[in-house]
């Protein structure tokens, strides 16, 4: 009986041990970046930038067709963003599409993304997979949590009702890599994680491949009309750096695009990155 109650013992700190271990793996492993090419030529020449984001684990959004790719001597991936599966078949039709680096599909609640597209988001979400694996890419799924507002009318919490649709299950099955767009919850940590967290433990059910990303934002203010601060994008990512891979670093500007953003904020999104490179 001894013996056996020392094995099971043994066991269950082993299994324990192992998994503090692969959150310490996870903690300690090179972040994944997701932002645009506009936003690192806003501090491209500061040494903080290039040493987050230089390395293959940055997927640097850039224009197809266009000057303006990863910089000479950087290892970042070159990443074409779709907001539609209709212009992302018309890309490949026509030879437009990327032939090297990786792919987005970003669905979205906006005019962008044709009706019939975020109706049915599982389906195209698989469709533009398989349309860009066929062709050697990487491919990105970022359906945003908007999208359950069309799946699910009526009242609710917009993240509950991301989850419970599946939202990031159906995103992560065939893709490379997803972000959980709760950059909407950034200012309450504890939401914010709580929503990674489920979402993130939904996509890896789904494909254990899959790496993980979560959105944060400079383009919001706070609830209460105050501008953002670099220390709320820290806790932020404090709150899940445990339990994702890395982080879409959304820098945006007001226009046709995010009405309801701010100004451009490059100043903000540089003193959250040396916050972040001082605590790392």
């Given at each position: ?115 019939n597209e975020k109706a049915e988001p599982a389906k195209y979400m698989q469709m533009a997979a398989d349309l860009v694996h066929s062709h050697g890419l990487q491919f990105i799924s970022t359906p945003a949590m908007a999208l359950s507002s069309i799946l699910k009318p009526g009242g609710g919490a917009i993240g509950d009702k991301y989850l419970e649709l ?115």
């Amino acid at each position: 009986m001894i013996s056996r109650f020392l094995a099971v013992f043994l066991a269950l700190g082993c299994a324990l041990t192992l998994s503090q271990s692969q959150t310490r793996v996870v903690a300690a492993s090179p972040l994944h970046w997701l932002l645009s090419r506009y936003v690192l030529d806003a501090f491209r020449t500061d040494p903080v930038a290039e040493k987050l984001f230089s390395g293959p684990e940055t997927f640097l959004i850039v224009q197809p067709n266009h000057d303006a790719r990863v910089p000479a001597g950087w290892r970042s991936t070159p990443t074409v963003s779709y907001r539609s599966y209709a212009a992302l078949e018309q890309a490949f039709s026509d030879g437009t599409a990327p032939k090297t680096g990786a792919i987005i599909y970003d669905n979205e609640k906006w005019s962008f993304t044709p009706d019939n597209e975020k109706a049915e988001p599982a389906k195209y979400m698989q469709m533009a997979a398989d349309l860009v694996h066929s062709h050697g890419l990487q491919f990105i799924s970022t359906p945003a949590m908007a999208l359950s507002s069309i799946l699910k009318p009526g009242g609710g919490a917009i993240g509950d009702k991301y989850l419970e649709l599946g939202i990031p299950r159906d995103a992560a099955r065939s893709a490379d890599v997803i972000d959980i767009q709760a950059q909407s919850l950034q200012f309450d940590p504890t939401q914010y994680a709580r929503v990674v967290t489920q979402a993130a433990q939904q996509a890896r059910a789904a494909n254990p491949h899959v790496i993980v990303i979560a959105g944060i934002t400079t383009g919001r203010d706070r609830p209460d009309g105050t501008p953002a601060t670099a220390d709320d994008l820290l806790q932020a990512v404090q709150a899940t750096r445990n339990v994702v891979d890395g982080y879409w670093l959304n820098v945006p500007a007001k226009g046709k695009d995010c009405p309801q953003c701010t100004d451009f904020r490059p100043t903000l999104a540089l003193d959250f990155l040396h916050r972040l490179d001082t605590s790392m």
